[in-house]
């Protein structure tokens, strides 16, 4: 059987997302409580993402060029891959990293718990070393999260950050403006 470059390319690029994905799944969590989900958009689903961020760009006219210049990213991208965290509480009685003298103050009125975010930044590290260590361009971007988040991936009250990959000759991300 004959495979072309462009075939062992886009199954490099799937490869590695989940590979990705099970570096998020298998970075170290607080408590060792797994919060943590994953989803990786290709095609059609990665298009829609895209769409989504230039509609939340126009909505909220937020005045710098990020969330259309990371669509075209997106387009561009041959994937991206979602890294998510649930909104939960550890039940800890005292800590007060989230602002709150405990997790019931917080849960009560809405917070957020700290530690969910440094769970999702260590996921997060953990995914895009494996990007680069497998030499796949990646970018680490807060607003294909926040169009994930509208978009309700998950049943759950979630929390997202998007990492388009590229592998072409030279990086999508690189010369961006």
């Known amino acids: 059987m004959m495979y072309s470059g462009k075939q062992m390319e886009e199954k490099a690029v799937i490869d590695i997302a989940s590979l990705m994905c099970a570096a998020a799944r298998t970075a170290p969590k607080a408590k060792g409580i797994d919060n943590i989900i994953t989803l990786v958009l290709s095609g ?10 230039e509609e939340i760009s126009i909505r909220e006219d937020e005045g710098t060029a990020s969330f259309p210049r990371d669509a075209k990213n997106i387009y561009s991208a041959q994937a991206v891959v ?8 550890l039940g800890l ?7 709150f003298e405990n997790c019931e103050e917080c849960k009560e009125t809405g ?8 769970d999702l930044g260590i996921a997060i590290g953990s995914a ?8 796949l361009d990646s970018r ?3 607003s294909a999260g926040k169009a994930a ?12 950050i998007g990492i388009p990959i590229s ?4 990086s999508i991300f690189f010369d961006r403006k």
């Open 44 to 53: 059609d689903e990665k298009d829609a993402l895209a769409k989504k961020m």
């Open 82 to 89: 979602l890294i998510g965290v649930k909104i939960s509480y």
């Open 93 to 99: 009685k005292f800590c007060d990293y989230c602002g």
């Open 111 to 118: 917070g957020r718990c700290a530690f969910s975010f440094i």
């Open 128 to 135: 895009v070393s494996v990007a680069a260590s497998n030499r």
């Open 140 to 142: 680490i971007m807060y």
């Open 149 to 160: 988040m509208e978009m309700q991936y998950s049943g759950e009250q979630a929390v997202w």
């Open 167 to 170: 592998l072409s000759g030279k």
